[in-house]
Structures are given as structure tokens and as C-alpha cells.
């Protein structure tokens, strides 16, 4: 007897983590049906019908007065019981430490998921006026924001097209285009570090470094967000030198922690 889920069952899963990252997207504000089914590209019957699926299963709860989705609690019992085989956010925790206290500002790690940018941790500085626009656990479209920015511009040329055609749609929503987001990769990658204003925020500036070959094969951005006025070039530069300082301990940091006689070699 012939068992799988079939080109149907497969594409009603794609559906649903489609949902579930954009309700994932929606930094806990909590998302209306009609957003979610626009930005899955779904049809609204349908994304009603998958949606009361997930909530059924405890996937997502639904506010009843706003009666926008958020992450339900199931999401997170799954997570306790994951293990990954390196813990970026311990990784990271002492370079992010470091540069917050040192800039005064609040710096970020960034992880690639999919087409998308996932942050993993933070931590604020000691200036009255932190840039705290993204929280911990939020996506966003690879290429929109500086740690985005800077890990969509490590990937190969190739994947990089495949991520804008992705993404497209997505841009929009975020006032970009495909050859806007196009233009800044190569501009990334020509001085080697990224740099954005107000893509998330009006008036905040951000600026990222991308880590090495990534953590354990996933790409990998430490970044600093402050008000614009206090990223201007010269401090950009200071910004940038601490970022590579960072970014050299923690790839030594990474062959400590990966390589072992128990493993014998790097993955």
C-alpha cells in the first residue's frame, strides 16, 4: 500500500507554514485574516480555512477582540524540545554585550531563515534613545534592514536571485522593489559591510557585519541600530572596526566550540 502525504497534503503544509511565518512576521501585534492571506498569496476562504486549522491545534491563538492570529503556545513547548547543534544566541551573547556597551546603542544577531531574516537576540546600550525597533523571535524579508541586508549579501549570486524573485511581493510592503534591494547587495558587497536608513524605522540607521561562513552552515549577521544622527560616517567607520573585531572572535570563538577530537574535524 502506497503511503505519503501526495502533491496536495504537501502543498496544504506549505500553505500553513506560509501563515505561520507571516503571523510570525507580524511582531506579536497580532495579524487579520485578510493581511495574512495577502501575504501568504492565498486565497481568503482558504486562508480562513487553514488558519482555523492551526489555532485548532495550537499553533496560533486568535485574539477574540481584536481577532487578530498570534504564535500559540504549542509553538513554543516545541521549540524547548529542539536542539540545535550550536547555540548561536549563547554564541553571540558576549560579542552583543560588548558592542552594546561600547557603542551605547543596541546591537543584534541575525540568522537566515529561508528568504527570510530571523532575529535571534539583542541588547541596549546606555543612550537615553535606543533604536529597538525589532524584537526578538521577529522576521523579515532578507534584504530589509542592515543585518538582512548583510546576509542576503554573502549568498551566492544565484541564490540572491532566487531570494528577490521570493521576495518580491514582499518588498512592496516595505516601500522597495526588486532592483532597489538589488542595487544595495552590490553596494554591500563592494564596501563589506551593510548599511540602511529608516527600512524599518523612520530615522534609524543601521549598520551590519556578516559572520565568517555563518554559524554551523546558517548564515550569520551581528549589526548596531541607532537614530541616524548618531551613525554618521565617521562613527560608521568606529562602528564598522568593532563589528570586525567582534566578528574575528567570534569565528574563533566557533572553531573552539565546533571543533573537538570527539568530532575529529569542522562540519
Not at 527600512?199 to 557585519?209: C, E, H, M, N, S
Not at 551613525?231 to 569565528?251: C, H, Q, T
Given at each position: ?77 516545541f ?52 533604536a ?6 521577529n ?5 530589509v ?9 554573502i549568498?551566492p549570486s ?22 532597489r ?9 563592494a ?14 540607521r ?15 549577521a ?43 574535524t569542522?562540519?
Amino acid at each position: 500500500m502506497k503511503s505519503g502525504l501526495g502533491a496536495g497534503g504537501a502543498q496544504t503544509i506549505q500553505r500553513a507554514v506560509s501563515l505561520l511565518r507571516e503571523v510570525s512576521a507580524s511582531r506579536g501585534r497580532g495579524a487579520r485574516l485578510t493581511a495574512l492571506a495577502e501575504a501568504a498569496e492565498l486565497p481568503v476562504p482558504t486562508a480562513h480555512r487553514l488558519l482555523a486549522a492551526l489555532t485548532r491545534e495550537g499553533l496560533l491563538e486568535r485574539d477574540a477582540a481584536t481577532r487578530g492570529y498570534r504564535l500559540g503556545s504549542l509553538l513554543y513547548e516545541f521549540g524547548l524540545a529542539a536542539s540545535p547543534d550550536v547555540d548561536i544566541r549563547r554564541l553571540c551573547a558576549s560579542a552583543l554585550q560588548r558592542l552594546a556597551s561600547e557603542t551605547g546603542d543596541c546591537a543584534y544577531v541575525n540568522a537566515r531563515s529561508g528568504r527570510d531574516a530571523l532575529c535571534l537576540d539583542r541588547r541596549e546600550g546606555s543612550f537615553a534613545v535606543q533604536a529597538a525597533p525589532v524584537r526578538i523571535g521577529n522576521r523579515r524579508p532578507l534584504g530589509v534592514g542592515s543585518g538582512a541586508l548583510a546576509l542576503l549579501a554573502i549568498l551566492p549570486s544565484e541564490e540572491v536571485d532566487a531570494v528577490l524573485e521570493s521576495n518580491a511581493r514582499r518588498y512592496r510592503r516595505h516601500g522597495m522593489s526588486v532592483d532597489r534591494v538589488r542595487v544595495a547587495v552590490e553596494a554591500t558587497r563592494a564596501r563589506g559591510f551593510a548599511v540602511t536608513t529608516g527600512r524599518i524605522v523612520a530615522r534609524f540607521r543601521g549598520v551590519a557585519l556578516a559572520v565568517g561562513n555563518g554559524v554551523n552552515g546558517v548564515p550569520v549577521a551581528l549589526s548596531v541600530i541607532a537614530a541616524d544622527e548618531r551613525l554618521d560616517a565617521p562613527r560608521i567607520d568606529r562602528v564598522v572596526a568593532l563589528l570586525r573585531r567582534e566578528e574575528s572572535a567570534l569565528r574563533a570563538a566557533l572553531t573552539s566550540e565546533l571543533f573537538s577530537p570527539a568530532k575529529g574535524t569542522l562540519p
